[in-house]
């Protein structure tokens, strides 16, 4: 039998597409009933479809991470579903114009910053005040990246938001131990997604290099993150907290 989440309530924000996909599947496989919760409206309603069809519970709530009311909303959506918060997968973001430093603008500061960081930062905070409020703890992960905890070449923008969704899961992780809140965080190296197909799904030099830094010589794909969240989110890593668990194939091996 595999990592149970039976009886379990999760959300997952970016899970029309990619990783959220593959975990929101999973997450249901696994017992959890899911709200699923993105910008794409066709892709969410499909999922929730194919999760129904497979005789599983699953919610889409139309939401943009990076405005509070919005997140807001979402949270009350589960709430009036199903009247509880177990798991939650702060998923959603994007990725940066990939030039570098001198070269960024202020625009893109403010966009990569607010879904990526803030994006997290407002989600973290409603799930833990409905967990608080629940009193029967609650598990947290949030999508980072190897960018998290090592240098992103013609990526700075990008690379902060990931130190800095780091560092929120160590905040919080802190924060709320003693209320058996867990958060942690996945650092995925390049996955095989919409959002890494520029690497994975090319041929030539920026393919050659970014498959030369994964030692284990090939590309990720979407179902190997959605097991460590799923692992992550489940009894079975019931005293790991703060941690950032690379999913990355060795990129980051020290
Ligand atoms: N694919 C990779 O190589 C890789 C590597 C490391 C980390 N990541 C991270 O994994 C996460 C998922 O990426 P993916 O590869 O699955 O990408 P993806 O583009 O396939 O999926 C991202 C999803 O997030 C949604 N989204 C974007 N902005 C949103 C917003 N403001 N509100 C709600 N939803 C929003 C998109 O609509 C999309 O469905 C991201 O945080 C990304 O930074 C990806």
């Not at 129904?52 to 807001?72: Q, S, Y």
Request: glycine share 12%; hydrophobic share 45%; aromatic share 6%.
């Amino acid at each position: 039998m595999g990592v149970e989440l039976t009886g379990k309530v999760a959300v997952v924000t970016g899970g029309a597409s990619g990783i959220g996909h593959a975990t929101a599947l999973a997450m249901s496989t696994a017992g959890a009933r899911v709200a699923i919760a993105d910008l794409s409206e066709a892709a969410g309603t499909a999922l929730v479809g194919e999760i129904e069809a497979r005789g599983g519970e699953a919610l889409f709530v139309a939401t943009d991470v990076a405005r509070a009311a919005a997140v807001d909303a979402l949270f009350d959506a589960v709430k009036a579903r199903w009247g509880r918060l177990d798991c939650a997968f702060n998923n959603a973001g994007v990725a940066d114009s990939s030039t570098n430093l001198a070269d960024t603008s202020e625009d893109e500061w403010d966009r990569v910053n607010a879904i990526n960081l803030k994006g997290v930062w407002l989600c973290l905070r409603r799930e833990i005040r409905d967990m608080l409020a629940q009193g029967t703890g609650g598990a947290i992960v949030n999508t980072a990246s190897v960018a998290g905890l090592v240098g992103w070449k013609s990526s700075s923008i990008y690379t902060a938001t990931k130190h800095g969704v780091v560092g929120l899961t160590r905040g919080a992780a802190l924060d709320y131990a003693r209320q058996g809140i867990r958060v942690n965080a996945v650092c995925p190296g390049v996955i095989d997604t919409p959002m890494g197909a520029p690497a994975t799904q090319s041929e030539g030099r920026v393919h050659d290099i970014l498959l030369a830094r994964h030692p284990a010589g090939r590309f990720g794909v979407a179902e190997e993150v959605a097991r460590a969240v799923v692992w992550l989110c489940s009894d079975e890593a019931s005293f790991t907290t703060g941690h950032a668990l690379t999913v990355d194939g060795g990129y980051v091996v020290p």
